[in-house]
């Protein structure tokens, strides 16, 4: 039988009594309190491998925790920059890239595994390989199940992996794709170790790849009590630098009040998703430190399941739904309204695409024309956690089924724990769902591919389960070419089959934020990849 994977409570001893922290203010022998730092997050990660998961909350618990990418993206100029590889070349055809590795790079060393050798050459091939080859056994320990790279057909496009030495990689794919080094900077894109593989076939564990994670991150795995905290340490070995915090503890604190007190009492360093936020100004302690986001909410139909088969019934909703009234009450004027899946600050986004106007008298209308002129009854999901794309989902189920009643709409708001959330909806048992994205590189393919292509609807990323032949031609076309003006076009007609087809309504792209005391230092929100803790410290307060 194979495993499915699946997170499993990890216990491992250890000496500081971390769950009385919201019982006990810090002491100075609490280590954690002068050289660690406690990161209060709103929930728990679905796996401890982000290549088994989409979720924001797993990729801020794992991706730039414990492990590294080939390539990463600069945090100014969003442009690509070394990682694991400290250069690369792509041949004129565009069909062969080469990556160079660097030769000074550390495994962790944990309770369960101690690393003989640095990373190279084998360690890349064993990572990609398990994302493409079915016959590998960790490929089948999770049944191929990842879900990024099978929405953008990942296995389709790498035809091998060569090794040319020790710290030489080249990668082979079938045609030209203008994303490809983009996606391998993803926090979906990171490198295990084969060493640890070994290890574990060897004694028949496969499974322990995904739940007791070894990567080259700054932070190494300790400890995860389910549903209550998470424990890293520093790597000592760590090849970009000297990484400050000794201790990083996540704190899962799902309810947004409670997340808030620790912060106000300091038992919380940082939180996640914070409201309040002008109470939190006002104090000389704390701070809230915001990015620009590349993200989007949206409110998507099951396209499979009656009456959201019809496109018609689809538009009539969008045009039902006030958009500024959601950006004013639930993200408090922190937001735009989202007219297209891409945000402004895309390169091809295009404000000659038409939308859908709020009204409701063409609400009415195309209701009547469908035959449902005296309305019908569906389900709103919607997820119980803040997101950074989505504050308060349930907040905005709630106005959304005040904006459908004025058209004859009854819409009951159904709600369930975050990862059972994620696993129901995967399986399409959704009528609708509102869910969002937060994008993983900045060219404009990730909003597409990953959540509206046919690859995406077989993964369940695609929420509206809507396949469209002629919309998965445009985006192969773009992949195909680096012409920004062809891929502008084809991305413009794309947009265009979203307006006219509805299998989704945008509805806000807003700023990521979090909230911080004034003593933490560093810059934890990159534009892409979750939350970082890598170049971050504390300083003594009374120094401030």
Known sequence: MKYKARLIKIIIPFYLALTTLAACGPTPADTIFTKGLIYCSEGSPSSFNPQLITDGTTTDATTQQLYNRLINFDND????????????????????????????????????????????????????????D?????????????????????????DEIEKIDDYTVRFKISHPDSTFLSNLATPFAVILSKEYSE??????????????????????????????????????????????IEQLIFNITPNKTNRLTKLFTHECDVISYPIAQQEIRSRDDLMIDEVTAFNVAFFAFNTQVAPFDNPSVRKAI?????????IK????????????????????????????????????QLLADAGLGDGFSFDIWAPSVQRSYNP????????????????????????????????????????????????????????????????AMATGRNRAFWCNQ????????????????????????????LVDQVPLIPIAHSKRSLAKLKNVKGDILPPFGGVSFENVHKVDGSKM
């Open 392 to 455: 308060n989902s349930l907040k905005m189920a709630k106005l959304i089924k005040a904006d459908l009643a004025e058209v004859g709409i009854d819409a009951n708001i159904i709600s369930y724990e975050w990862t059972t959330f994620l696993r129901k909806i995967e399986k399409g048992e959704h009528q609708s769902v509102l869910i969002g994205w937060n994008a993983d590189h900045p060219d404009p393919d990730n909003f597409f591919s990953p959540l509206l292509s046919c690859s």
């Open 77 to 132: 100029n969003l442009e690509r920059i070394p990682g694991l590889a400290k250069s690369w070349h792509v041949t004129r055809n565009g069909k062969m890239i080469t990556f160079y590795l660097r030769k000074d790079v550390s495994f962790h060393q944990t309770d369960y595994f101690t690393p003989t050798r640095k990373m190279n050459a084998d360690d890349v091939i064993f990572s990609f390989n398990r994302l493409i």
């Open 329 to 364: 009450s639930v993200y408090y004027g922190q937001a735009e309204a989202a007219d297209s899946m891409l945000p402004r600050l895309s390169w091809a986004y295009s404000n000659k695409i038409s939308s859908i106007p709020y009204s409701i008298k063409m609400a009415k």
């Open 134 to 158: 079915p016959t590998d056994p960790f490929y089948q320990v999770v049944d191929g199940n990842f879900p990024f790279f099978k929405s953008i057909n990942f296995a389709e496009l790498v």
């Open 199 to 244: 290890q574990l076939m060897a004694a028949d564990t496969l499974q322990n790849i995904d739940n007791l994670p070894i990567g080259t991150g700054p932070f190494k795995f300790k400890e995860y009590r389910n549903n209550a905290i998470i424990r890293y340490s520093k790597h000592p070995e760590y090849w970009r630098q000297d990484v400050a």
């Open 318 to 326: 969008a045009h039902a739904i006030n958009k500024e009234a959601i």
């Open 470 to 497: 002629q919309f998965d031609q445009l985006l192969a076309k773009s992949l195909l070419t680096n012409d920004l003006t062809e891929r502008f076009n084809f991305y413009h007609a794309a947009q265009q089959i």
